[in-house]
């Protein structure tokens, strides 16, 4: 028979009346344990007897025989359990004090919501345990205490079997867009259809390093590509720790009305570009993105912060601006090297928990100055070649004009593919508006409506 719980699990949340109605449900009615047991686990019983005749069904459901009284008795002797259940007697009760074995279902339930309060105080207690203890970091603190929370949310989580006629209706949807979207496209396109032709659009779970010196306009590029995707419905999150909330959306802002900088920032617009503002204005606010400006955010704290909008919101693609810029806290502060490569492996590590496209962009090193050829290369990447290691692309943005006014070719921008895991490397052309600070694919030609009648 089972013992008095001790006194700490009195209060714990628990149902017998359910756990007893469920088991008596089921040897009423034997079909109703396989819909039970498609989310129902022996330990999530909180008293041990009825886990042990749950563990029971189980064994007898996976050999193939009856669930009744007389196999589940016997089950239980051979497994030297059936007097720890209280004997044939409590079995007979299980059957007589059932109300009905058409709520089986239900009964499940109430049991499964119980254990998961039960996880939930289990958690509780080893965070307060953990919070508790001053030896630990306190990033790992938290990482730790998430973990704990996560883990029992995970509990819920159940796959189902999938009707083939849904399966080929999601296939077809999915199939459709990628014709919508072009030939070779499998991912979420940049907007760039010459880079497109390259990577086949951005991957869930991957890192992309989009790297360049200082002035290129790497901020620039991955805003282009935040509004073209956050147009499309994806659901964008920015963490920039270089501007400030205010310089992005005004950078956004310019983007969106063809209005420079320069204007912005004095308010020097005619009433045309001020009715241009408005409605840019009016456009972006409904786009999907979400900005932190967290100065030298940890990994840590971003993977908190991308969880909880993942569950709020939902999430398909996070931009980092830039990784140098983030702090892995004290464990690395006298170890630079050690530090990016603690980040970088982090970002890759996010990517592939959400399911997500992670794109970061980097700074190169000065050796870049130092070469004749002024065209980075993977060997630029500055402080750690575990960031080449991590990611799934590496590109590198070069434009001719920032080291040579005399250029013939001022407004281009090249986007250098030097790794590519999934695909080809190679090299495309984009135009690049630098009064906006807007990158346009190379054949878009800029009319002046000024000068029109």
């Not at 563990?55 to 196999?71: K, M």
């Not at 109300?99 to 119980?114: D, K, Q, S």
């Not at 086949?200 to 805003?223: C, E, H, N």
Request: with cysteine.
């Amino acid at each position: 028979m089972d013992q008095p719980p001790p006194p700490a699990q009195l209060h714990l949340p628990m149902s017998q009346e359910a756990e007893e109605a469920l088991l008596g449900a089921v040897l009423l009615h034997p079909k109703a344990y396989l819909s039970v047991a498609a989310f129902l686990n022996p330990e999530d019983f909180f008293i041990k007897r009825n886990e042990y005749i749950w563990q029971a069904f189980n064994r007898l459901n996976d050999r193939g025989e009856p669930i009744d009284n007389v196999t589940l008795a016997r089950e239980l002797e051979a497994l030297d359990l059936l007097d720890e259940v209280g004997g044939p007697p409590y079995i007979t009760n299980l059957v007589n004090n059932t109300p009905t074995a058409m709520h089986a279902e239900i009964y499940g339930e109430l049991v499964a919501r119980a254990a998961t309060r039960r996880r939930l105080l289990q958690a509780a207690d080893s965070i307060r345990a953990i919070a508790l203890d001053q030896e630990l970091p306190i990033d790992k603190v938290i990482s730790d205490a998430e973990q704990s929370l996560f883990a029992v949310s995970n509990t819920q989580l159940k796959r189902e079997f999938v009707p083939l006629w849904d399966a080929a209706s999601d296939f077809y949807d999915d199939f459709e867009r990628l014709l919508s979207l072009g030939a070779g496209m499998v991912g979420t396109p940049s907007g760039f259809r010459a880079l497109d032709g390259l990577l086949g659009g951005f991957q869930k779970s991957d890192l992309i390093v989009f790297a360049g010196r200082p002035g290129m306009g790497k901020t620039s590029w991955i805003l282009t590509v935040a509004l073209y995707v956050a147009r499309l419905g994806a659901r964008v999150a920015i963490f920039t720790m270089e501007m400030g909330v205010e310089q992005l959306v005004q950078r956004i802002v310019s983007m969106e009305t063809g209005i420079s900088l320069q204007q912005l920032r004095s308010a020097a617009i005619s009433p045309g570009e001020q009715t241009r503002l408005t409605e840019a204005i009016s456009r972006i606010s409904n786009l999907p993105l979400f900005i932190d400006d967290t100065p030298s955010i940890t990994p840590t704290e971003m993977r908190t912060k991308c969880r909880r909008l993942q569950h709020e919101y939902g999430l398909d693609m996070v931009m980092v601006d830039y990784m140098q810029l983030m702090s892995a806290g004290r464990a690395y502060e006298n170890n630079r090297v050690q530090e990016i490569s603690y980040i970088s492996r982090s970002l890759k590590e996010l990517a592939r928990e959400l399911n997500i496209t992670l794109l970061s962009t980097a700074q190169l090193s000065r050796a870049v100055e130092n070469r004749q050829d002024k065209r980075p290369q993977l060997s630029d990447l500055r402080e750690s070649g575990s960031i080449e290691q991590d990611a799934d692309a590496v590109m590198f943005l070069y434009r001719d004009e920032v080291y040579n006014e005399e250029t013939e070719f001022p407004n281009q921008a090249d986007i250098i593919l030097s790794k590519h895991r999934h695909g080809p490397t190679g090299t495309v052309q984009l135009y690049f508006e630098k009064t906006i600070t807007k990158f346009m694919d190379i054949n878009i030609q800029r009319v002046d409506l000024s000068d029109l009648d």
